[in-house]
């Protein structure tokens, strides 16, 4: 909530929003176009790692922030999120980076606010809300489930919530 009300603009906050529904990786996010999305189906195929084409889903929110930051835009540039500066560019990786940074230091976060913590807060998010680890490794993109193991951080409450749910007594 903190990160999302200091979004400085309507960019920032559809970024926000997209990296935290699809949990898509930094690379996947920069080299989206506009026509990727397919807003009927709130889904978008994506190019992971190794080629690997996987469909991400898009929030309610996402959705409402990404056709708002689209309605605003003038240019005819392909890219998904571009640059602010004309002509417009696609918005390669750093600058990516950077906006993020901009909006956990206005949010005066301790820590530094990175791309990749929002794909790590929305697979901790399913997994702790009952989502079983082939889904979140299916949506993440992961061959392996080692790999998604490492997003699996339970909470305290979770984890007791959890362990009576499955402990006979």
């Not at 195929?45 to 959705?63: D, F, M, P, Q, W």
């Not at 004309?86 to 301790?110: D, H, T, V, W």
């Not at 409450?157 to 959890?162: F, K, L, P, V, Y």
């Amino acid at each position: 909530l903190l990160v999302r009300e200091n979004c400085r603009d309507i960019r920032a906050r559809a970024m926000v929003e997209f990296m935290y529904s699809t949990g898509c990786r930094l690379s996947e996010v920069s080299e989206l176009n506009r026509d990727d999305i397919d807003f009927t189906n709130k889904t978008i195929r994506v190019i992971g790692k190794g080629n690997k084409e996987r469909t991400v889903y898009l929030s309610t929110t996402a959705i409402h922030f990404l056709k708002k930051y689209l309605f605003t835009r003038l240019d005819d540039c392909e890219a998904l999120f571009v640059t602010e500066r004309q002509p417009c560019r696609r918005m390669k990786n750093r600058a990516i980076q950077c906006e993020i940074a901009k909006i956990g230091e206005k949010a005066g976060l301790k820590k530094s606010l990175h791309p990749h913590i929002f794909r790590h807060t929305m697979a901790t998010h399913l997994l702790n809300n009952g989502a079983p680890l082939m889904l979140v490794q299916l949506l993440l993109g992961h061959s392996n489930p080692g790999t998604t193991q490492i997003y699996a951080t339970m909470s305290e409450s979770t984890c007791r919530e959890q362990f009576y749910k499955y402990m006979a007594q």
